[in-house]
């Protein structure tokens, strides 16, 4: 029988949902005097080893959480001071569009705006200085494996994974048994397609009145750049090429401190080719002489990727149910109309430990259904900004990004998002995949090692490691499908949308088989959504597995 461990709260995840929903908390806790335990598990090897984003953070959120984050050296220290969109014509022509035919939400200049260019994975090791000052307990390199329910069927908790299982599924030399975490409350904050997240939604059917959710996968390389080139809070974004047809998504560029700049882009996972491969469109796009004109010269330092739940307003779930609560990317408040989720990320795990906070110094013992946090959650600002943005994501998914675009500058400039009609956008991003005989093969140019580069080499970048010797977190439901199914149809699409060359078709005498590099898995998660038989489930690993991001 494993060991256990009881806290008031537990809290999955240690990004700015999780870390937030701590700190208040441990605030409340202190205002009321009152004693309070709780504990945060992270999978990650350290705080922010697995945080990859942009990241352009808006501070409204860690305004009303530490008022003065400012005077305690929060690494929000590069705002905003320049503002850039544009459109891609071709691989060398493009069109700057002038801010005044820009929807207002993609604005991160002006309107008393308050917006900095930072390292999400520094903003989350500040988070969790703070909560451990404040009396929480973090655990790195403890993944959360499982759900733990009471006999009524609420959430009891989570257990933590074994350690040291060999890959043919016994207990190795090093074997440690997996410990559970016992709560009055558990909060889900595990990210974009959380595992337990994902087996919440399904057995509480939480997306039961709500759209089918949409992703993206963003790709981003961090680079040391000639320091004559360097404009500090430089932000520039853009779309169209090399993404074409009905593939739509973005590239982001921002300059940070330190004579450093991050390169991104974002491919919508509702893309119809099989051919396609987002690392590859990536490569390519730096090559355009408006990413490239910041980059020459320069080094590339980090790379990672990491899939971003965009489906926004429509298809967010209800996010309570019986002994805890879906916060943040787990239940997908990012804004991508703004192309922002750390502030409503953190708004609504500061909700959801304010509803924790009330229910337990009320004498709950826990295990109840928080609506509580729904009415909060709907009376907030975040709640506001996401109704008002409902239709963003609609738009680009129906009508493309010049038509849609035209709708949401009307639909945001001119009423505000208070359209009275809301588009909907209910189709899974895994069903859009046409047959490949259907579709235009892509013939991508190699890499020259300056700009652009491989797979192989853009991982080992990422620092990524696993335990060798443990099961594949990669689980086949089917280990024929890929061959005898994925691979006449769509010519098996796992080894181009996976950006970490996981997945190979490898051709033998006998015929092709079907092979996962494990080890190479930077847990984007990009396989679980977009695989079109749905065949393939993500699993965390061994705790402290996977990516170890520096200042990403």
Known sequence: MRESMEFDVVIVGAGPAGLSAACRLMQQAQEAEQELTVCVVEKGSEVGAHILSGAVIESRAMDELFPDWKNMDAPLNTPVTSDELYLLKSDTAAKKLPNALIPKTMHNTGHGLNNYVVSLGNVCRWLAEQAEGLGVEIFPGFAAAEILLNDDGSVKGIATGDMGITAEGEQGPNYMEGMELHAKYTLFAEGCRGHLGKQLIEQFKLDNEADAQHYGIGIKELWDIDPAKH???LVVHGSGWPLEGDTTGGFFLYHLENNQAVVGLIVDL????PWLSPFDEFQRLKHHPVLAEHLEGGNRVAYGARAITKGGFNALPKMCFPGGLLIGCNAGTLNFSKIKGTHTAMKSGMLAAEAVFEAITAGDEGGKELGSFSAKFKDSWAYDELFRSRNFGPAMHKFGPILGGAFNFVDQNI???KLPITLHDDKPDYAQMKPADQC???DYPKPDGKLSFDKLSSVFISNTN??????????LKDAAIPISQNLPTYAEPAQ?????????????ESGPRFQINSQNCVHCKTCD???????????????????????M
């Open 529 to 551: 959504i977009k695989d079109p038989a749905q065949n393939i489930t993500w699993v965390v690993p061994e705790g402290a597995g996977g990516p170890n991001y520096p200042n």
């Open 270 to 273: 509702n893309y119809t080719n």
């Open 496 to 508: 181009r949308y996976c950006p970490a060359g996981v997945y190979e078709v490898i051709e033998e």
């Open 440 to 442: 235009t093969k892509i």
């Open 466 to 475: 696993h335990e060798e010797d443990q099961p594949c977190h990669l689980k």
């Open 231 to 233: 404009q500090p809070g």
């Open 415 to 417: 009423f505000g998002g």
